[in-house]
């Protein structure tokens, strides 16, 4: 039972176009959403993230929506670059709010982003 | 100002086994969280600490089992290795008093079952 779905493999896109990354979760308790990036023989990199109070946030290139009802996130890239080319990873989790910290992080499968000169 | 360190780099052990995996928080962080990436998926929560306790834990036998000291580094006890084992061990950190921060990851350990 996948909480957390990324349900494209691989994506490419050419250098200086826009990159969206798809991801859905199943589970409605979830509500701080983060993406990850990994590149080979290195733990993943925090990208960015946003909370279930927001339905959007931006940093720099990077930009998170959030939809709520349809239990879906997406993570814009602009422009490409072709450093962002890795292996990125939704997660989810569960905001502790007596003591603060969060639960354990699930993860999808990844998405490996190839971006083309 | 270090981030997450975990030792070792790589390791081979062979089925029946015992291992122990170590991790060092990045500076200022109190908590941490162990992960088994296995090939071609996602990372899949093993087991938090914080304040030298279990907190939480995922869906992974008794043979997995941690520890945490009192300046919150951490380790990995995998009793009984089985060839599923093999994997890459992350270790991640966070802070327990800070809403809406990440956890941040180490480079793991590869640990291969022969």
């Known amino acids: 039972d996948q909480q957390v779905k990324q349900n494209s493999p691989s994506l490419s896109v050419q250098e200086g176009r826009i990159s969206i990354l798809n991801c859905d979760y199943t589970?409605?308790?979830?509500?701080?959403f983060l993406w990850y990036k990994k590149y080979p023989a290195e733990g993943p990199t925090f990208l960015i993230s946003?909370?279930?109070?927001?339905d959007k946030n931006e940093d720099g290139r990077f930009t998170v929506f959030l939809n709520k009802s349809a239990k879906h996130l997406s993570l814009h890239i602009v422009p490409s670059q072709p450093g962002d080319s890795a292996v990125y990873f939704c997660?989810?989790?569960?905001?502790?709010?007596?003591?603060?910290?969060?639960?354990?992080?699930?993860f999808g499968k990844g998405t490996h982003l190839i971006i083309q000169p | 100002d270090a981030g997450v360190t975990q030792s070792p780099t790589h390791l081979i052990k062979t089925r029946g086994q015992q291992v122990t995996l170590r991790c060092s928080p990045k500076?200022?962080?109190?908590?941490v969280s162990w992960y088994q990436q296995a090939l071609g998926q996602g990372p899949q929560f093993i087991f938090q600490?914080?304040?030298?306790?279990?907190?939480q834990r995922g869906n992974f036998p008794d043979r997995f089992s941690g520890h945490q000291f009192p300046n919150y580094s951490s380790e990995l006890n995998v009793n009984a290795l089985l060839l599923g084992d093999s994997a890459l061990y992350l270790c991640?950190?966070?802070?327990?008093?800070?809403?809406?921060?990440?956890?941040?990851f180490g480079d793991g350990t590869r640990l291969s079952i022969l």
């Open positions: 589970n409605s308790m979830f509500d701080y």
């Open positions: 600490y914080y304040e030298e306790e279990e907190r």
């Open positions: 991640a950190s966070s802070m327990a008093g800070a809403k809406n921060q990440p956890q941040h």
């Open positions: 500076s200022g962080h109190d908590t």
């Open positions: 946003i909370s279930s109070i927001k």
């Open positions: 997660a989810a989790t569960k905001i502790m709010y007596s003591g603060g910290g969060a639960d354990g992080l699930t």
